[in-house]
Structures are given as structure tokens and as C-alpha cells.
């Protein structure tokens, strides 16, 4: 069972950490700039540290960082532009910008994966459906539906598996032990068309179901889920697209000055960073708080 | 409830549900289910709908709620509560008339059990307070406020049922309908639901319908009982008749039990053999078989009894050699072995009955006729056109256990093997099992289904916290035990 567990804005409105959510992805995706990036990646990887534990937080990162290096090595090779040339490798010339630009892509692309990481603690899955039931209810409905089929198919599906693997076993005695690519796609096939008839015959059933408990009365739907949007909720929102404005317009300043090509702007230090850092912060503080509350 | 009484006493003239000159045939079939009965349920009653497997009693109840009522040829009237079932609209009868289905598994509708609750009163557009009261009322009712946050996919079959039933009964029904409800619970779940259903009949005077084919358990419960036999219905005048354990076996079956004392008492080879055993599902999990000792006599019935959870159908898969033990030795003195899951559909892939039987033909070396007398062993004869699916659930098992012996296995491996099917298909089973019995295959069945197990096992072993707490020849089981009996 999926343990309580105590997070940043545990006791806000779901739209509070879906605001800040959302803001900070975009601003991880759309600002391409060096010591952007490093920040938003910082605090990605502390948020993570804090919630799942550093040993769980490097391990996300043991495929995460072979994928940065892919990228970073990748670029050079299709972007022959820049003017440092470090070595030729064959024909083209291996720049030093673009070796940067594609470390920064790189970067870009783990940071832009630990907040998506962070979305699910920040903004819990049930949250959000309980804020869609309201919105669309068909919908929400449906994508819970279809979530909790699938560990449903990998059970069952398991299970078909098995008992074909002992069928064949019990016939095959004797004989050499089956193998081959075709009699592994049709074991395949095999099992999807199991999985199927099993499936359609049981959601038959679960419509039923839905339409004994007066799913489709044609009244409107009123929802059990109570989330009390305060005056906090309302002001903790402004301060947070207050503040959303003004990282988004450091992240505009920084990206707008900064160009990799043909050579690298010149980092210089900034009071722009700070506030920008400081948002990247928030869920780790606030999560630290929270636990230390807790104790 | 003192208060609504004297409104109940004046209602008491309406029937709960009456039905007058009711006929119904599915479209397409020329029979018809139900053939011109009548049917009276007084409000307030705890009725028993019993009758085998196809005999229409889910049909009957499926009638009473339009919304769910299949596609057919209806004449005559039903009536709910004294308004006919077809002036009640999908909110109405929601509120009106609740319907339990069989499967737990596949009435939950929602991700978490709160929403679960939820669901019913939400379609309905109950305000929010009230229905925030109705929920916390019913969760309090159930005891389901310990586990009210947990995700219904955690839930053991014996709760989700029971959810099933308060999701129902939250929306207030006056008339409650249940079809097979506790047929794919373990004894100890079903006793709880039905202990659960006696309050909701006691305490909130709710009117109670069971369908079933297995009346012993509830007729403590019932104040009355009807028979449907040939789309004709009949009050049952005896209720005690219905707690009669029901006889599986057939006339050769007295003189197997002292054909079986000769050999039983002679040196027997193992057809498996568990040394030691220890198993674990993954490097985190808990152990799930722990140093055991196990031993299947060659060409017998041996049966694994036990609670929920307690390691049988691990022990089946570990015996087919679908899982492997991490410490201790298994042997197996065949290799030839077949395991049917509890869900027999998880071997159905073709068309037809007689399709499905043939789809291991090629390597197994049998041909059609082989397929053929399969069929008509276990009373299959004359299906083979039909789709799998639309055999009955205890069709199903038989077509399933057709298709595993025609494999020629040495080690027959069920599990659940008599799960939800009725009193005639559990006999079928019965007689199919002897009869490989007796062709000196061996056979072993994790049960929870007593009286077949009492009926049918040669030896029993218990299984508790992943060990066998004990195993013993079937009557010295049963003359030991104390509470586990049929």
C-alpha cells in the first residue's frame, strides 16, 4: 500500500503545487542558458535527495548521466558550428562551443526529468484526478480506469504465460525444448489475444456495475472531494506568479544575452541568479520544514 | 429505527418486488428463461434465490433494475417497491434498488476506496454534505474507516466485496439484490460478508435478495427461500432442507473408499517431493514457503487447504515448475505436468469449445476424435460450436480441464478448481477428477471449497505461514479439526 506520505504543499490546495509545477517546467525547458540550467538541476537533485533519500536520487541518475554524455557527445558530431576548433575528426571539425551546447542539452534534458520526477510528489496522482473528477469526470474516470488495468494485464498476463509454458513443457518432454523467433511470436500473439476476450468480458461486467450506481443519471455530478481554495491558497498563488513573473523575466533577460555561437557570451556574476535559485529551492525547504514540523 | 416504523408498517402492504406472469427469452434463443411466474418478495424479507448455474435467477434479479436488464423478450409486469420497473429512470432505481454482482474484482470502478464510496452518490448528484455524511456513516457501519485512503487495488477479495456492498448501500436502497456474491470468497471472507448483510437486513430493515447456488451458508440468515427450476419459481417450505451438505459422488464412488484403504497402506512412490523448501517472490519480499516438508503420494487427490495468502497457489506454481525455489530441492517424478489457474479463461484462445481443444493437437499427438470424446466426457458433448465464453462458469472449468488432459499430464495441478460453480458442476469435476484418478495420474488442489475437498481428497495438508501446519488422511483431518470443517 502507498504509504501517507508528508510533502511539500501537503496541506494547500492542489492548484498551489500544480502552479508552481507547471512554472517551473517551463522554465527548466525554455531557459537555455549555462548556469540556469546548473540551478534548476541543483534543485531538481536536492529536491529528490530529500524526498526519495541520495542513495535512491544517484541511482535515478546512474541512466540519467550516461544519457547526458550521450547528448553532449552527439551534438558536435550533427552541429558543425563555433569557432574554438578542438580536433578534426575526419572531415568535420569538433568545436568546443557546440561540445558545450550539447552539454547543456544534456543537462537540460536530466534537469527537465527530475522535476517531472518531483511533479509526482509535489502533485500526487490522486490529487489530480480528484481536481479533474470535478472538470471532466469521463475523463478522469476513464484514465484511472485504464491505470489500473495495466498492472491488471501484466498479472494475468503472467499467469497465461505461465500456464502455456507448462503445457508445452508437458508435451515437449522428450522432444527438444521449443525455441525459435516464430514460436516466440505466437506465444505472443497468443497471449494477447487471451489477454483480450478476458479483458472485454470482464469490463461487460464493470459497465453493469457503473450503471447499477446510477453512472450516466443524466443529473449533474456533484463530488465527494472537498478542497478548500482559502484566501491563503488565493495569496500563496499570487505571491508564487508574482514571483513566477520575475524569474521568468531573469530567465528572458539571461537566455536573450547569452549565445553559444560562434563563441560563448562571457558568464559574469548576477544578481538575477539569486531569486531565480531561490524558486528552485522552494519544494526542498518547504519539504524540510514539513518533516521537521512532523517530528 | 422507532421512527420510521409506523411509515414502514403502512408500506408493508407494498411487496418489495412483485412479479406477475413474467416471461423472458434472450434474444436470438427460442427457450425462454423464465416462463410465465409469478413472484412475491414482502419488504423486509432476507430471501434466498437458489437454482443451478443457467437456471435464471441472475436473470430474474437483472429484471428488477432496467438499467442492467439484458437484451430479451419481456412479458408480464415487475414491480419494485409497487411502481413497475420500467417508470423507474437509471437515478431512481439507483436509489431505489442496489445490486451486488459476483466478482469483486470487477465491480470496483475507482482507484481508491474513498472514491469508491463516493461514486454512486456522486452520479447522482447527492449535495455535498450530505453526502459527505451518508459516506462517513456507511465507513463507520462497515468498519471501512481504517482502510478508507487505501487504493482498491491493495484490497483482499473478501474487502473489496464487502466495498462493493457499501458502495451500494450508501445510496440508501430500500430493496437490495445480490447475485453470487460470496461465490469467489475464501469461508472465512464469506462469513464475514454474510455477517455484514444479516446487519444491513437487521438494522436498516433493507430488503434482501440473494441469488446463489451454495444456500448453506445463509440459511441461517434467510426468512425465506424460492426455487428456480425450468423458468418456474416456488417457495422452498423447508428452509432446513436447504443446509443439507450435498452429495458429490455417484454409486461406484462408496466401494473407491475401500478399493483406495489397500493401496493407501502399501509403500507408495512420491509424485513430488518438497525437501527443505524455502521461496521468496523477490530479494525484498517476505518468504512465502519456508522450510517445507511435502510429499504427494503418486496417483492420489491430494488436497492444500488453508486461508487467503497462506502460500497454495504458490506452492502449485512452484510444483509446475513455473517458480523456482531459492533454497531446498523439489522433485517431481514427471515432467508431464498441467496446472489450471483458478480462472479457467486464461487458457481460452479460440473460437470454439472444439477449436480450443484442438489447439495443442499438433504437439500433444491427438486428433479430433480424441478432442471429440474429451468434450463428451466431461458432459461437453453437443458444445462444441459454442464460443468459450459463452459457456457457463462451470462449463468453462470442464472445458478447461478437458483441454489439460488431453495433454496426458502425470501431475494434474488446480487451483481452485470448483470456484463459483454449482452443485451439478461440481460434481462433473468430481467425476472427471476420479476418472484420471483412477488412469493413476496425481492430482493436487489447493481448495477452499471444504465439502469437495471433504468429498473428493485422499490427503489433506493445511498450510499455514508458509509451512504445513499438518497433513493427514482425510477422515483423521477432518475428525481432528475444530473449526476448519465443512
Same mark, same amino acid.
Given at each position: 500500500m502507498?504509504?501517507?506520505?508528508h510533502?511539500?504543499?501537503?496541506?494547500?490546495h492542489?492548484?498551489?503545487?500544480?502552479?508552481?509545477?507547471v512554472?517551473?517546467?517551463?522554465?527548466?525547458?525554455?531557459?537555455?542558458?549555462?548556469?540556469?540550467?546548473?540551478?534548476?538541476?541543483?534543485?531538481?537533485?536536492?529536491?529528490?535527495?530529500?524526498c526519495?533519500?541520495?542513495?535512491?536520487?544517484?541511482?535515478?541518475?546512474?541512466?540519467?548521466?550516461?544519457?547526458?554524455?550521450?547528448?553532449?557527445?552527439?551534438?558536435?558530431?550533427?552541429?558543425?558550428?563555433?569557432?574554438?576548433?578542438?580536433?578534426r575528426?575526419?572531415?568535420?571539425?569538433?568545436?568546443?562551443?557546440?561540445?558545450?551546447?550539447?552539454?547543456?542539452?544534456?543537462?537540460?534534458?536530466?534537469?527537465?526529468v527530475?522535476?517531472?520526477?518531483?511533479a509526482?510528489?509535489?502533485?500526487?496522482?490522486?490529487?489530480?484526478?480528484?481536481?479533474?473528477?470535478?472538470?471532466?469526470?469521463?475523463?478522469?474516470?476513464?484514465?484511472?480506469?485504464?491505470?489500473?488495468?495495466?498492472?491488471?494485464?501484466?498479472?494475468?498476463?503472467?499467469?497465461?504465460?505461465?500456464?502455456?509454458?507448462?503445457?508445452?513443457a508437458?508435451?515437449?518432454?522428450?522432444?527438444?525444448?521449443?525455441?525459435?523467433?516464430?514460436?516466440?511470436?505466437?506465444?505472443?500473439?497468443?497471449?494477447?489475444?487471451?489477454?483480450?476476450g478476458?479483458?472485454?468480458?470482464?469490463?461487460?461486467?464493470?459497465?453493469?456495475?457503473?450503471?447499477?450506481?446510477?453512472?450516466?443519471?443524466?443529473?449533474?455530478?456533484?463530488?465527494?472531494?472537498?478542497?478548500?481554495?482559502?484566501?491563503?491558497?488565493?495569496?500563496?498563488?499570487?505571491v508564487?506568479?508574482?514571483?513566477?513573473?520575475l524569474?521568468?523575466?531573469?530567465?528572458?533577460?539571461?537566455?536573450?544575452?547569452?549565445?553559444?555561437y560562434?563563441?560563448?557570451?562571457?558568464?559574469?556574476?548576477?544578481?538575477?541568479?539569486a531569486?531565480?535559485?531561490?524558486?528552485?529551492?522552494?519544494?526542498?525547504?518547504?519539504?524540510?520544514?514539513e518533516?521537521?514540523?512532523?517530528? | +429505527?422507532?421512527?420510521?416504523? =409506523?411509515?414502514?408498517? /403502512?408500506?408493508?402492504?407494498?411487496p418489495?418486488?412483485?412479479?406477475?406472469?413474467?416471461?423472458?427469452?434472450?434474444?436470438?434463443?427460442?427457450?425462454?428463461?423464465?416462463?410465465?411466474?409469478? %413472484?412475491?418478495?414482502?419488504?423486509?424479507?432476507?430471501?434466498?434465490?437458489?437454482?443451478?448455474?443457467?437456471?435464471?435467477?441472475?436473470?430474474?434479479?437483472?429484471?428488477?433494475?432496467?438499467?442492467?436488464?439484458?437484451?430479451?423478450?419481456?412479458t408480464?409486469?415487475?414491480?419494485?417497491?409497487? *411502481?413497475p420497473?420500467?417508470?423507474?429512470?437509471?437515478?431512481?432505481?439507483a436509489?431505489?434498488?442496489?445490486?451486488?454482482?459476483?466478482?469483486?474484482?470487477?465491480?470496483?470502478?475507482?482507484?481508491?476506496? %474513498?472514491?469508491?464510496?463516493?461514486?454512486?452518490?456522486?452520479?447522482?448528484?447527492?449535495?455535498?454534505?450530505? +453526502?459527505?455524511?451518508?459516506?462517513?456513516?456507511?465507513?463507520?457501519?462497515?468498519?471501512?474507516?481504517?482502510?478508507?485512503? *487505501?487504493?482498491?487495488?491493495?484490497? *483482499?477479495?473478501?474487502?473489496?466485496?464487502?466495498?462493493?456492498?457499501?458502495?451500494?448501500?450508501?445510496?440508501?436502497?430500500?430493496?437490495?439484490?445480490? =447475485?453470487?456474491?460470496?461465490?469467489?470468497?475464501?469461508?472465512?471472507?464469506?462469513?464475514?460478508?454474510?455477517?455484514?448483510?444479516?446487519?444491513?437486513?437487521?438494522?436498516?430493515?433493507?430488503?434482501?435478495?440473494?441469488?446463489?447456488?451454495?444456500?448453506?451458508?445463509?440459511?441461517?440468515?434467510a426468512?425465506?427461500?424460492?426455487?428456480?427450476?425450468?423458468?418456474?419459481?416456488?417457495?422452498?417450505?423447508n428452509?432446513?432442507?436447504?443446509? /443439507?451438505?450435498?452429495?458429490?459422488?455417484?454409486? =461406484?464412488? /462408496?466401494d473407491?473408499?475401500?478399493?483406495?484403504?489397500?493401496?493407501?497402506?502399501?509403500?507408495?512412490?512420491?509424485?513430488?517431493?518438497?525437501?527443505?523448501? %524455502?521461496?521468496?517472490?523477490?530479494?525484498?519480499?517476505? %518468504?512465502v514457503?519456508?522450510? +517445507?516438508?511435502?510429499?504427494?503420494?503418486?496417483?492420489r487427490?491430494?488436497?492444500?487447504?488453508?486461508?487467503?495468502?497462506?502460500?497454495?497457489?504458490?506452492?502449485?506454481?512452484?510444483?509446475?515448475?513455473?517458480?523456482?525455489?531459492?533454497?531446498?530441492?523439489?522433485?517431481?517424478?514427471?515432467?508431464?505436468?498441467?496446472?489450471?489457474?483458478?480462472?479457467?479463461?486464461?487458457?481460452?484462445?479460440?473460437?470454439?469449445?472444439?477449436?480450443?481443444?484442438?489447439?495443442?493437437?499438433?504437439?500433444?499427438?491427438?486428433?479430433?476424435?480424441?478432442?471429440?470424446?474429451?468434450?463428451?466426457?466431461?458432459?461437453?458433448?453437443?458444445?462444441?460450436?459454442?464460443?468459450?465464453?459463452d459457456?457457463?462458469?462451470?462449463?468453462?472449468?470442464?472445458?478447461?480441464?478437458?483441454?489439460?488432459?488431453?495433454?496426458?499430464?502425470?501431475?494434474?495441478?488446480?487451483?481452485?478448481?470448483?470456484?463459483?460453480? =454449482?452443485?451439478?458442476?461440481?460434481?462433473?469435476?468430481?467425476?472427471?477428477?476420479? /476418472?484420471?484418478?483412477?488412469d493413476?495420474?496425481?492430482?493436487?488442489?489447493?481448495?477452499h471449497?471444504?465439502?469437495?475437498?471433504?468429498?473428493?481428497?485422499?490427503?489433506?495438508?493445511?498450510?499455514?505461514?508458509?509451512?504445513?501446519?499438518?497433513?493427514?488422511?482425510?477422515?483423521?483431518?477432518?475428525?481432528g479439526?475444530?473449526?476448519?470443517?465443512?
Open positions: 502507498r504509504a501517507e506520505r510533502t511539500a504543499f501537503d496541506t494547500a492542489p492548484l498551489v503545487p500544480a502552479v508552481y509545477t512554472l517551473t517546467v517551463s522554465f527548466t525547458m525554455f531557459a537555455f542558458q549555462p548556469v540556469l540550467i546548473m540551478i534548476s538541476l541543483a534543485g531538481g537533485l536536492l529536491y529528490a535527495c530529500v526519495d533519500g541520495p542513495r535512491a536520487a544517484a541511482m535515478s541518475l546512474r541512466w540519467q548521466l550516461p544519457l547526458m554524455i550521450i547528448v553532449a557527445l552527439i551534438n558536435p558530431l550533427f552541429s558543425a558550428s563555433g569557432s574554438t576548433e578542438l580536433f575528426l575526419g572531415p568535420r571539425a569538433v568545436y568546443l562551443e557546440s561540445l558545450c551546447y550539447g552539454c547543456a542539452m544534456g543537462g537540460l534534458f536530466a534537469a527537465s527530475l522535476w517531472f520526477r518531483a509526482t510528489h509535489l502533485v500526487p496522482f490522486d490529487r489530480v484526478m480528484a481536481l479533474a473528477g470535478n472538470a471532466a469526470p469521463t475523463i478522469a474516470l476513464m484514465t484511472s480506469m485504464s491505470m489500473r488495468l495495466i498492472p491488471r494485464f501484466m498479472r494475468q498476463g503472467k499467469l497465461v504465460a505461465a500456464v502455456q509454458d507448462v503445457a508445452a508437458c508435451v515437449g518432454q522428450g522432444q527438444a525444448a521449443r525455441s525459435g523467433a516464430r514460436d516466440a511470436v505466437a506465444g505472443r500473439l497468443r497471449l494477447s489475444t487471451v489477454l483480450m478476458w479483458t472485454m468480458e470482464d469490463s461487460l461486467e464493470t459497465a453493469d456495475a457503473m450503471r447499477a450506481r446510477g453512472w450516466h443519471a443524466g443529473v449533474r455530478r456533484t463530488v465527494y472531494t472537498r478542497f478548500r481554495f482559502t484566501a491563503l491558497d488565493a495569496l500563496r498563488i499570487i508564487l506568479v508574482l514571483a513566477g513573473c524569474c521568468a523575466a531573469i530567465a528572458a533577460a539571461a537566455t536573450g544575452q547569452y549565445a553559444f560562434p563563441r560563448m557570451s562571457e558568464l559574469v556574476p548576477w544578481w538575477g541568479y531569486p531565480y535559485a531561490a524558486w528552485m529551492l522552494v519544494p526542498t525547504v518547504l519539504h524540510v520544514r518533516e521537521a514540523r512532523c517530528q | +429505527m422507532p421512527v420510521k416504523s =409506523d411509515v414502514r408498517a /403502512a408500506e408493508a402492504a407494498t418489495a418486488i412483485e412479479a406477475r406472469n413474467l416471461s423472458f427469452g434472450y434474444t436470438g434463443a427460442r427457450r425462454l428463461v423464465l416462463n410465465n411466474l409469478s %413472484w412475491r418478495v414482502e419488504q423486509g424479507a432476507f430471501a434466498l434465490l437458489v437454482g443451478g448455474t443457467g437456471s435464471g435467477k441472475s436473470t430474474l434479479l437483472s429484471l428488477c433494475k432496467p438499467e442492467i436488464a439484458p437484451a430479451g423478450m419481456r408480464g409486469s415487475i414491480e419494485v417497491l409497487g *411502481s420497473v420500467e417508470a423507474l429512470d437509471t437515478a431512481a432505481s436509489r431505489s434498488v442496489g445490486y451486488v454482482f459476483q466478482n469483486p474484482e470487477n465491480q470496483i470502478v475507482c482507484e481508491s476506496v %474513498w472514491h469508491e464510496l463516493a461514486f454512486g452518490l456522486e452520479n447522482l448528484g447527492t449535495p455535498q454534505g450530505e +453526502m459527505r455524511r451518508l459516506i462517513a456513516e456507511t465507513s463507520y457501519f462497515f468498519g471501512i474507516d481504517d482502510w478508507f485512503r *487505501s487504493d482498491t487495488a491493495t484490497l *483482499s477479495g473478501g474487502r473489496k466485496q464487502l466495498l462493493a456492498l457499501a458502495a451500494t448501500l450508501v445510496m440508501q436502497p430500500r430493496v437490495l439484490l445480490l =447475485d453470487e456474491p460470496t461465490a469467489q470468497l475464501d469461508p472465512i471472507a464469506e462469513k464475514n460478508f454474510l455477517h455484514a448483510l444479516f446487519r444491513v437486513h437487521r438494522e436498516l430493515g433493507c430488503t434482501v435478495v440473494v441469488a446463489t447456488h451454495r444456500p448453506q451458508p445463509m440459511v441461517d440468515y426468512t425465506c427461500a424460492f426455487e428456480l427450476v425450468d423458468g418456474h419459481i416456488s417457495p422452498v417450505a428452509l432446513a432442507s436447504l443446509r /443439507a451438505q450435498p452429495h458429490l459422488g455417484n454409486a =461406484d464412488d /462408496a473407491r473408499g475401500e478399493q483406495e484403504g489397500a493401496p493407501g497402506s502399501r509403500a507408495q512412490s512420491a509424485a513430488v517431493e518438497l525437501r527443505r523448501a %524455502w521461496f521468496r517472490y523477490g530479494r525484498r519480499e517476505p %518468504w514457503v519456508r522450510n +517445507m516438508d511435502l510429499t504427494v503420494q503418486a496417483g487427490i491430494h488436497a492444500l487447504v488453508g486461508g487467503n495468502g497462506c502460500g497454495k497457489s504458490t506452492l502449485l506454481a512452484l510444483m509446475a515448475g513455473v517458480q523456482c525455489l531459492q533454497r531446498g530441492s523439489l522433485s517431481a517424478a514427471s515432467a508431464a505436468r498441467a496446472l489450471l489457474p483458478q480462472d479457467p479463461r486464461a487458457l481460452f484462445i479460440a473460437e470454439t469449445a472444439l477449436d480450443e481443444l484442438m489447439e495443442w493437437a499438433p504437439r500433444a499427438a491427438y486428433d479430433e476424435e480424441d478432442a471429440r470424446r474429451a468434450l463428451e466426457r466431461v458432459g461437453l458433448a453437443g458444445s462444441e460450436g459454442l464460443h468459450p465464453y459457456l457457463s462458469g462451470g462449463q468453462q472449468q470442464l472445458l478447461a480441464l478437458a483441454k489439460l488432459v488431453l495433454l496426458k499430464p502425470r501431475l494434474l495441478l488446480l487451483d481452485e478448481p470448483t470456484k463459483g460453480l =454449482d452443485i451439478a458442476a461440481r460434481r462433473r469435476v468430481a467425476a472427471a477428477l476420479r /476418472a484420471l484418478c483412477a493413476g495420474v496425481t492430482v493436487v488442489m489447493a481448495s471449497d471444504l465439502d469437495f475437498v471433504q468429498q473428493m481428497a485422499d490427503e489433506i495438508s493445511m498450510v499455514f505461514d508458509g509451512e504445513v501446519a499438518c497433513t493427514a488422511s482425510c477422515e483423521e483431518f477432518f475428525q479439526n475444530v473449526y476448519y470443517r465443512p
